[in-house]
């Protein structure tokens, strides 16, 4: 079982940043492909970013390539979402999510353990 808990959400106007931390409980944090997510009132789950065990690939949706970074910490058991530039649009709640499976992993059927979210409002 891996437990996740994620940080860090808020208010923030349009054009600022935020960080999301998402801790893992696990001991081999390092052998999950972690994963963002998000879902904004009345819409579907959406792909964010994926990162690889090493934290060597990872991969964007469209929609966030040069904005957002995603990156993680395996000695502190913590992936992390730095969102730049935002838009009222990026407001919804975003989740982080394990797997062991590695590729794009762009589909929430491909992970096994979710957090509870954290919600994001961009104000204009």
């Known amino acids: 079982q891996v437990q996740l808990v994620e940080s860090g959400g808020g208010l923030v106007q349009a054009g600022g940043s935020l960080r999301l931390s998402c801790a893992a409980s696990s001991r081999t944090f390092s052998s999950y492909s972690m994963g963002w997510f998000r879902q904004a009132p009345g819409k579907e789950r959406e792909f964010v970013a994926v990162?690889?065990?090493?934290?060597?690939?990872?991969y964007y949706a469209d929609s966030m390539k040069g904005r957002f970074t995603i990156s993680r910490d395996n000695a502190k058991n913590t992936v992390y979402l730095q969102m730049n530039s935002l838009k009222p649009e990026d407001t919804a709640v975003y989740y982080c999510?394990?797997?062991?499976?590695?590729?794009?992993?762009?589909?929430?059927?491909?992970?096994?353990?979710w957090g509870q979210g954290t919600q994001v409002t961009v104000s204009s």
């Open positions: 990162i690889g065990w090493k934290g060597g690939s990872t």
């Open positions: 999510a394990a797997t062991r499976n590695w590729g794009t992993l762009t589909r929430g059927y491909e992970y096994d353990y």
